[in-house]
């Protein structure tokens, strides 16, 4: 970039920062606005601002539903996690390993259902799982998000696997490892830290998804479904307060997962010298 | 060795397989059988009748919605393309390795942010009493309604995409090769002239997969034009919840829905086309 | 010196879809011999190592190990450790329980896992680093903890697949004596794949040659050098000079080759099959075993008259480059001491001369 230096011009370059300023404004400006106003007296928010409360965050601690669907949204986002990281898992290794005729059909399958809007998806699981008998449960909702989670899941396992050297698997087969002592000796661990950034991921993912939740999950809202009702209903800072929590919730997982993800890359960059 | 099946392989394939086949083939393949059911005293029956698609593809409120939502979600695209390219220009070619790394980290963020929070947030802002006017009455202007217009439904929708197409614009943008841009100062190419005659060519591809990206998003949402443009213009997910919440009419929800699966193919299709078609004489990325 | 064989390799073949990469393969390793399998990339070597190794099964043919034929064995029944080029060294594992893992694998309890670790840790002079991270290692360090970690099971055979290539050219040399002293040591049998002519020549008693799935050659260093069987080889180990041409006359004790340069004699005792008049034959001479003279010398057979067209000095020695009238590249690889008094310019005219007894026939193909 040095002998690049010539050529610059310093207006450009400080007019240019300052839209990168600007549009981050743009994208944090809601953020920061709910954490703001949900420790924010006024029944309407707006400016000037009232004075420092915590009534929203007790509005809504002392709703009996908001505590239900904090506890559904914990369970289904911790199985949600769970299945969808086995299944993203299973689904990596396959593509790493293998190679099979219709390959781009599995892959299709693997990656393609986060790219259908929400609404479709949500629609078309509510008619589906309501017609097997599955829908209006906390289940139907775990089914639902697993299908647009696993594909998170496989995406972060995929790329870990790709940072493997290639002669590693068969290196411990030719050292007398079977292909399941090989995958519990060398394939798990390697890929450990990618494991638990997808499960954190996945879990993320599904603590934020309102719109299938909303068409599947019948009287087992999760928090988002609930944050949609408060939105339908009059507008409310305790929307803010929800809000906050769970962006407090979803940042902890997310940085848990970043801190896996780029903390052990150490040893197998240097592997190739 | 690379055995076709063996009870190892398939344990790990499967599972995925199964589940995608379930829960994700076999709704969407129903919802296309839904669309030809029918609707007979509020109860769903069964059948083989063009009915739906007949009767929705004659109502003029469904091209509206129709024309409405493409219109909204191109000019979207566009919009987030465009402001999305000086700021991931800057980012990838004038910051520090460091300052690029917590920018990407920092947009990342707004996707573990609930959206429907953030739209919330607008309407904080947008309100006739919200943070803008108010602001704008400091200075004797307004109050201006901004708040269930276009422009609100605009905003929400930016606030959907623009971290995303700032993201995929910038991965394409760091890996242009730098020696191209110096070449093209060596050569005479003046900055500005570099950028759409080096820089935006190479990236091209990644340029138009975020101006699709952004067409998916918005063209399903029904966040915005509700909570921000007020529901109206009508847009054809609030025509899916509208037709689904009333009156059984899933049958006709399945032709929006199947109908919107539809145009994202082809502009999917032929965006991609566009996108690798200037590639045989374009720089390779 | 009799040794038995260990592995033998009969018609094997190994296919990818359409791709042969090894054409009907016949050979045998003996027990406790060195030996190493040279080519370019491409030529199938890595195949073959592969094949032995149990991470590729041949299409058609037989491999036996101890005459057991091992085909369907998968590799982690068979006890063919392998070194690899990349090391393979599990980057989550210490360097104790890299050289463990074996030994695990087959079920060897803790305290004899350790002691059997340490033994040959100690013996690779890597004890002092067992606790470490394999990132906090030297290249040299790392290849002696892949080595001990193949060779902790003392198995009868170890295969190396171009274990050097990521050394730099000095611990490359103190690697390879390392190599060649643990074999002479273990008596295990080590099959070496390389594309460096002096990797292999300078540590194997024999050296299988390949090209394009094909063996060329097999012998010791010493034979293959001194008489390459095929066009190939002599091209491949890049010391020889080659004429093409025409079998003028041919006897068992001589062969008369008209060439565009004139006719070449080669004497008998050098010839794989007693080749017919008018015959194409293309015979070498080595770079080294060719002498140069400012006038032409009289009494010799083979004297070709050439201009000098460079020079390059590597060492103690240097190599002239020449060429006939005809077109033909000639080197000659001499001492200084030999070439001092010579006029070396370019474009200076000398005569090249060499001994019937220094020219080998080869085989075109």
């Known amino acids: ?273 | 060795m690379r055995p076709r099946l063996s009870i190892y392989g398939l344990t790990f394939s499967l599972p995925l397989l199964v589940w995608q086949l379930l829960f994700f083939v076999a709704p969407l393949a129903f919802l296309v059988a839904l669309s030809f059911w029918t609707v007979k005293n509020f109860t769903m029956r069964p059948d083989f009748d063009a009915v739906n698609w007949i009767t929705m593809y004659g109502k003029p409120v469904f091209w509206q919605a129709y024309a409405t939502t493409f219109a909204l979600a191109a000019s979207a695209s566009v919009l987030a393309s465009v402001l999305a390219f000086p700021a991931s220009y800057a980012i990838a070619f004038k910051l520090s390795d460091t300052a690029r790394r917590w920018a990407v980290f920092l947009m990342v963020i707004p996707f573990f942010t609930s959206y429907l929070v953030r739209v919330y947030s607008w309407q904080i802002f947008l309100s006739d009493a919200g943070i803008v006017n108010v602001l704008l009455g400091y200075v004797g202007l307004g109050p201006y309604p901004m708040l269930n217009t276009v422009g609100a439904t605009m905003v929400g929708y930016m606030t959907l995409s623009l971290p995303l197409v700032i993201l995929l614009q910038l991965f394409s943008l760091v890996f242009i090769d730098r020696n191209l841009i110096e070449a093209a100062h060596n050569m005479r190419c003046g900055r500005v002239r570099t950028v759409f005659e080096v820089v935006i060519p190479s990236a091209r591809v990644g340029l138009v997969i975020a101006a699709l990206f952004c067409f998916i998003l918005t063209f399903g949402d029904f966040v915005s034009p509700v909570y921000l443009g007020g529901g109206d213009p009508t847009t054809l997910s609030i025509l899916i919840t509208d037709t689904t919440k009333s009156g059984q009419q899933w049958p006709r929800a399945a032709v929006i829905a199947l109908t919107m699966i539809g145009t994202l193919l082809a502009v999917a299709f032929f965006a991609v086309r566009f996108a690798y078609a200037g590639n045989a004489k374009g720089a390779r990325k | 010196m009799q040794r038995d064989t260990l592995v033998s390799f009969e018609g094997v073949i190994k296919r990818f879809g359409s791709f042969t990469a090894v054409q009907r393969m016949d050979f045998e390793i003996k027990k406790g011999e060195f030996l190493a399998i040279m080519g370019s990339s491409g030529c199938g070597k890595t195949t073959t190592l592969r094949m032995l190794a149990g991470l590729e099964a041949p299409s058609e043919g037989t491999i036996r190990l101890s005459g057991k034929p091992i085909n369907h064995l998968p590799t982690w029944q068979r006890d063919t450790p392998m070194v690899w080029q990349s090391l393979a060294l599990f980057p989550f594992l210490n360097v104790r329980e890299n050289v463990e893992f074996a030994l695990k694998m087959r079920g060897v309890g803790k305290a004899e896992r350790q002691r059997r670790a340490e033994q040959w840790l100690d013996r690779m002079q890597i004890l002092e680093f067992a606790d470490r991270n394999i990132a906090q290692l030297s290249g040299g360090q790392r290849q002696r903890v892949a080595l001990a970690r193949s060779l902790v099971v003392e198995p009868e055979i170890l295969l190396l697949d171009e274990p050097l290539s990521a050394l730099d050219a000095a611990l490359k040399v103190r690697m390879q004596s390392v190599l060649k002293n643990l074999q002479r040591e273990t008596g295990i049998t080590f099959v070496y794949v390389t594309h460096s002519q002096s990797e292999a020549f300078s540590m194997a008693d024999r050296v299988v040659i390949m090209s394009r799935g094909v063996i060329e050659q097999i012998g010791t260093p010493q034979e293959i050098y001194g008489a390459p069987r095929t066009r190939f080889v002599a091209d491949f180990l890049g010391s020889s000079n080659i004429f093409t041409g025409r079998v003028r006359a041919a006897s068992p004790s001589a062969v008369e080759v008209d060439t565009p340069d004139g006719p070449l004699a080669l004497a008998g005792g050098n010839l794989p099959a007693p080749p017919r008049q008018g015959d194409t034959a293309t015979l070498t001479v080595l770079d080294t075993k060719t002498h140069l003279s400012v006038s032409r010398p009289t009494g010799q057979a083979n004297v070709v008259p050439v201009r000098v067209i460079g020079e390059e000095f590597v060492g103690a020695t240097a190599t002239v480059y020449l060429e006939t009238a005809k077109g033909q590249e000639i080197r000659v690889q001499k001492s200084h001491d030999e070439l001092a008094g010579l006029p070396l310019d370019i474009g200076q005219e000398l005569f090249v001369h060499w001994s019937p007894a220094d020219s080998h026939l080869v085989a075109e193909a």
């Not at chain 1, 954190?200 to 939740?213: G, K, L, Q």
């Open chain 1, 1 to 273: 970039m040095s002998s690049e230096a010539i050529n610059r011009s310093r207006a450009v370059d400080w007019s240019l920062r300052a839209y990168i300023v600007l549009a981050y404004a743009f994208v944090f400006a809601p953020i920061a606005a709910s954490f703001v106003f949900s420790l924010n007296s006024d029944r309407f928010p707006s400016i000037p601002l009232g004075h420092f409360s915590l009534e929203w965050y007790r509005a809504v601690a002392s709703d009996p539903l908001v505590w239900q669907g904090l506890g559904n949204t914990l369970v289904i986002g911790l199985i949600v996690g769970v299945v969808s990281t086995l299944l993203g898992f299973g689904a990596a290794y396959t593509d790493y390993r293998y190679n099979f005729f219709g390959k781009q059909v599995y892959l299709a399958l693997a990656l393609l259902p986060p790219t259908i809007p929400v609404i479709i998806m949500g629609l078309a699981m509510l008619a589906f799982l309501s017609r097997v008998d599955l829908s209006g449960r906390a289940i139907s909702v775990i089914i639902a998000h697993v299908v647009i989670c696993a594909p998170f899941a496989m995406a972060i396992i995929r790329l870990r696997l790709s940072q493997m050297d290639p002669a590693l698997e068969p290196a411990a087969w030719n050292l007398g490892a079977s292909e399941w002592a090989t995958m519990r000796h060398v394939i798990v661990p390697f890929t450990k830290p990618a494991i638990f950034g997808a499960l954190f991921i996945t879990m993320a993912v599904s603590f934020d998804e309102f719109a299938i939740a909303w068409f599947v999950s019948g009287l087992n809202e999760t928090l988002p479904v609930k944050v949609l009702g408060f939105l339908q209903g009059q507008v409310s800072p305790r929307i803010n307060a929800i809000g906050t929590f769970v962006f407090v919730i979803s940042m902890t997982l997310v940085i848990l997962a970043q801190v896996l993800l780029s903390g052990r890359t150490g040893p197998t960059a240097a592997d190739k010298e």
